[in-house]
């Protein structure tokens, strides 16, 4: 468990277990991106090891935000080369990106997730009652990776976050069209997440393993990666990707996908979920630097994802760097020097 979710709800959970004779153990870890690494991961098959876990019959169950989720994935995908595994995601984001697919990981050599596995777990338990406990901040922060879904695949998501963002920011996913909102929210909160959770599995299930290197999913993870590195601890992983694809629509907007009025939607869009879209650390010799890693290790081509509608996307391999230089510009001038971009 992560040490603040530990701190939350252990007796809960020691309750729970007792109450159905479960013979368990609990290790709080403090899983932050600082942390995130294989010291924490040999940490974990220690006490595994010390418990004689069975392999096949009883799984490990990793119960916190994404952070978590990766490790504890890569310490089972480890241990007898695959232990089964369980995701309990107690933060929005990882209820709507980390708890689908296969992907597990550390960080290494200063560079985001450089280490990992392909290993599914074999059940995700969702509960939105855990976000409760986690800050407003947070619950922005997994509106990032909503939203990335909603402008890739689904358009009827991005009118529901555009509509009801700051429903959902101030319920904290807990309410369906209730107190000072009256009904006219409906069901929002379970119906934005779903559509998430949903357009997040088909774009993933069929390329599980990654074969194919074209994914739709990676939009707003093209730089991110670096920049939420380079100022640890200053930006969560949302926050970051956030900035990634406003940045990118100014993009498309450059290469003529998207329309100026899309645009403004799209930003404003993300400004009412209290997302930042500029970051002064977001420098052009950045994106260059992130551009030729994609380079070097996706064959050659740049596979970016762009929007060219609101709810449509395509992948990319012609931006030239004329397109990007000037939306670069463009994107600071016009958001570069207002105070509510800047965490």
């Known amino acids: 468990m992560d040490q603040v979710v530990y701190n939350l709800y252990a007796a809960k959970l020691r309750d729970y277990f007792e109450a159905r004779h479960v013979v368990y153990s609990i290790l709080p870890l403090p899983t932050t991106e600082e942390n995130k690494s294989m010291e924490l991961v040999m940490k974990i098959l220690d006490e595994v090891h010390k418990f004689s876990l069975d392999r096949r019959g009883e799984p490990i169950i990793a119960i916190g935000g994404g952070v978590c989720l990766d490790i504890v994935g890569l310490a089972a995908s480890l241990y007898r080369r695959r ?16 708890s ?11 560079c985001k997730n450089k280490l990992g596995s392909y290993v599914p777990p074999v059940a995700t338990f969702l509960d939105r009652s855990f976000f409760q406990t986690i800050s407003r901040r947070q619950i922005s922060n997994g509106l990032a990776e909503m939203l990335k879904m909603a402008l890739m695949k689904h358009g009827e998501l991005f009118e529901l976050l555009e509509t009801h963002g700051p429903f959902l920011l101030d319920t904290k996913f807990q309410s369906e069209g209730s107190g000072k909102y009256g009904g006219k929210h409906g069901k929002a909160a379970v119906t934005s997440s779903r559509m998430a959770i949903k357009s997040m599995l088909e774009e993933l299930a069929p390329n599980l393993w990654e074969d194919e290197l074209n994914r739709l999913v990676d939009f707003g993870h093209l730089i991110s990666p670096e920049l939420e590195m380079e100022v640890l601890p200053t930006l969560l992983h949302g926050e970051a990707v956030n900035i990634d694809m406003s940045y990118m629509v100014y993009v498309s907007r450059e290469r003529g996908l998207l329309t100026e009025d899309d645009k403004l939607r799209i930003i404003g869009c993300m400004e009412g979920l209290e997302l930042p879209v500029w970051h002064p650390d977001f420098t052009m010799e950045m994106v260059n630097r992130s551009f030729q890693n994609r380079l070097k290790h996706s064959g050659g081509l740049a596979r970016m994802p762009l929007p060219i509608s609101l709810g449509r996307a395509d992948i990319f391999n012609d931006t030239t760097d004329e397109v990007l230089c000037k939306a670069f510009k463009k994107w600071c001038d016009e958001l570069g020097t207002s105070s509510k971009t800047l965490i």
């Open 83 to 98: 232990t089964p595994y369980i995701r309990v995601p107690t933060t929005l984001l990882s209820y709507v990106d980390a």
């Open 100 to 110: 689908v697919g296969a992907k597990t990981g550390v960080n290494f050599a200063s």
